[in-house]
């Protein structure tokens, strides 16, 4: 967690400039990035590490019910919420003291039942949505995956490692990475890049945390892309579902997420003026996330990202989606 000294000092962390020139010197995108996580010293920075990874990955996560199937329509909000919940708190207990110590354990406890009901049924697939053609039916399973792809970036912040997930152990052409499904003349060069980039920021992060360049607040803070170039891909490839995720999951979730991508601001406030709302948010009780449909949870949540502190119903568990 940022200490309160920290705290003075995070308006004055690494210049952009000074950032990107520090990447491109180092350009540690030839390594595994298995092996760099593993390799770095502190379950903290790891934490981290990962943390990034997944909001790097997290659009994705909208496919992840692709398919007319009856089981990706019952665990595709659930998984969204409860990955986004353990996103959100784990990057707040980074950033500021006072989140409480089992907040991140009730999201990852919480993210784990729609997982395993989804992950028994993947392997029949095809089996569950053979009511168009195979074309079709690929289409939605690739897209699931990746999406199963991005999500398991979100665990990877709770386990620590990358891992590849057991529908890909047997696919030399398949990469943990591929967290996007993308067709097309350019897909193929397109998902290149998409990896490339993925890898090269994940580098950066373990080269910045190593040298201790940035402190863990600092980075928490900064751009999740350490150059333009990576920035522009993913706002190429990612825009559509961006708008997914601002449609199913509310508008102030996806502005803060696209927040992260660029640094600096939250909640479009300093970072000090937000860090009662964003603390609230992080330590609201096990009961607001899960005692209702997921789609009114996530209505309930998108309030409480912008709405009135002083609000009685602020936080409340029975506020509902109209």
């Not at 760099?36 to 909208?62: E, Q």
């Not at 993308?182 to 998409?194: E, F, K, L, V």
């Not at 330590?283 to 609000?311: E, K, M, Q, V």
């Amino acid at each position: 967690m940022a200490s309160h000294s920290q705290q003075a000092d995070l308006e004055t962390s690494m210049h952009s400039s000074e950032w990107l020139k520090f990447w491109r010197k180092r350009r540690p995108d030839d390594v595994s990035p298995h092996i760099m996580l593993a390799n770095l010293s502190g379950d903290a920075n790891k934490r981290l590490v990962a943390l990034r990874s997944a909001m790097r990955a997290f659009p994705g996560v909208a496919r992840i019910g692709d398919g007319p199937w009856e089981l990706g329509r019952e665990t595709e909000l659930p998984i969204r919420l409860h990955a986004i919940r353990a996103i959100f708190v784990t990057w707040s207990e980074v950033v500021f003291d006072g989140v409480r110590s089992d907040a991140r354990r009730e999201a990852f406890d919480a993210l784990a039942v729609p997982l395993a009901k989804l992950d028994e049924g993947l392997p029949d697939f095809y089996n569950r949505n053979i009511i168009s053609s195979d074309y079709a039916v690929a289409s939605w399973q690739d897209a699931t995956e990746a999406a199963r792809r991005g999500v398991s970036l979100v665990e990877a912040i709770d386990a620590l490692a990358f891992r590849d997930l057991p529908f890909d152990q047997d696919r030399s052409y398949r990469d943990f990475l591929d967290t996007l499904s993308i067709y097309g003349p350019t897909g193929r060069d397109d998902m290149a890049r998409w990896r490339a980039a993925q890898r090269a920021a994940i580098g950066a992060d373990c080269a910045l945390l190593q040298e201790q360049e940035m402190t863990q607040a600092e980075l928490a803070l900064a751009p999740l892309w350490p150059d333009p170039a990576s920035a522009a891909l993913e706002t190429n490839l990612t825009m559509s579902l961006s708008a997914h995720n601002m449609r199913d999951l509310g508008t102030h979730v996806e502005k803060w997420l696209r927040e992260r991508k660029d640094g600096s601001l939250v909640l479009n406030m300093g970072v000090e003026q937000a860090r009662e709302r964003v603390v609230r948010i992080a330590n609201l009780p096990s009961s607001f996330w899960g005692i209702r449909p997921a789609a009114d949870t996530l209505y309930a949540l998108d309030y409480c990202l912008h709405g009135d502190l002083g609000n009685p119903n602020w936080g409340s568990e029975t506020q509902r989606r109209p």
